[in-house]
């Protein structure tokens, strides 16, 4: 996208959008050019896509992208925005919501979660390593920034539970974000019905399903590390781990069908919407899964053998 190669109606367009994030965050000084600039990078985002310029500007979260733009540009104000933000029902501060997604993925060792909160800021505008990209420089705006930095947040540290003494790459970063469709009214209310069946069928699962799951779907074990764990043939797990996927893509197919929805294919939408589920629900929490594990470690899969 460049300024002098859009539409008039396309710039007309993007001028509105400027305008309306200056006056909802007027203490965000952003120049236009600064504006444009920092625009025409997240668009370019998608330029593997084909992604047309106007169904960008039509999925674009306004406010988001000027605080990350904000952020980007060293503005005190957009930082502090930031800082503040709040989420979730409960109402948390963003930070506080970070620390207890910490908390749940490194359990019991507070120096490394606080730890990895404070890597997460110092990498929104510094790369890790040379080669890679500041988080807030991968923010495309079609998103909300929040959800995105916490969905952005945890799978770093999943990747880093990775052991390096197994010869399997780490996640990237990017693995699990699978919400990239572009926004619709009605997609709250298809994201609630989804939780919803999600939780109902997490809650009636046997425990070696819930083992199972939890290992691979939210802790990122191989199939063979899950198989060398509990002394099984890498097939049994294969063969059990597809039954679940089955099972469970036909259970949440058939609740949303029978619920009205409209699109016409229902599982990416189930599939994008699968991880928050996995990271949210307590029965796949390290502290559940251990105690199912002390109780009867080997059985659990020797029965579906």
């Known amino acids: 996208m460049s300024m002098a ?6 710039e007309r367009r993007v001028r509105l959008l400027y305008h309306f994030s200056r006056i909802q965050q007027p203490l965000i000084e952003l120049s236009w050019s600064e ?3 920092h625009l025409e990078r997240m668009f370019q985002r998608h330029r593997a896509e084909s992604l047309s310029l106007n169904r960008f500007i039509d999925s674009l979260f306004p406010i988001d992208a000027l605080v990350a733009m904000g952020c980007l540009s060293n503005q005190a104000r957009a930082w502090e925005v930031l800082f503040s933000a709040h989420i979730g029902r409960a109402d948390r501060l963003f930070v ?13 060792n507070e120096e490394q979660q606080e730890t990895a909160v404070q890597d997460f800021w110092g990498h929104l505008l510094v790369p890790p390593v040379a080669d890679r990209m500041p988080i807030l420089h991968r923010y495309d705006g079609m998103r909300p920034l929040i959800p995105w930095l916490i969905r952005v947040f945890q799978n770093r540290i999943i990747s880093q539970l990775r052991s390096p003494h197994h010869r399997v790459e780490s996640l990237s970063e990017d693995d699990l974000l699978l919400d990239t469709q ?12 989804f939780r919803e069946a999600a939780q ?4 009636v699962l046997p425990d070696r399903s819930l083992v199972i799951l939890g290992l691979r779907w ?19 797990i294969s063969r059990q781990i597809a039954q679940l996927r089955d099972q469970f893509l036909a259970t949440i197919k058939e609740h949303l ?22 990271l949210d629900e307590p029965k796949l929490s390290a502290n559940h899964l251990s105690k199912l594990l002390q109780h009867q470690p080997l059985d659990m899969l020797h029965h579906e053998s």
């Open 257 to 278: 069908e029978s619920a009205g929805w409209f699109g016409e294919d229902v599982q990416p939408f189930i599939l994008q919407e699968m991880q928050s589920v996995l």
């Open 182 to 193: 572009p926004r619709s009214p009605n997609l709250t209310r298809w994201q609630e019905a």
């Open 5 to 10: 190669s859009v539409s008039m109606d396309q």
């Open 200 to 203: 109902s069928w997490l809650h």
């Open 35 to 37: 504006y444009v600039h």
């Open 96 to 108: 506080d919501a970070l620390r207890q997604r910490a908390a749940r993925l490194l359990p019991g």
């Open 218 to 236: 939210r802790y990122r074990l191989s199939q063979r590390e899950i198989a060398n764990l509990f002394h099984v043939h890498e097939g049994t």
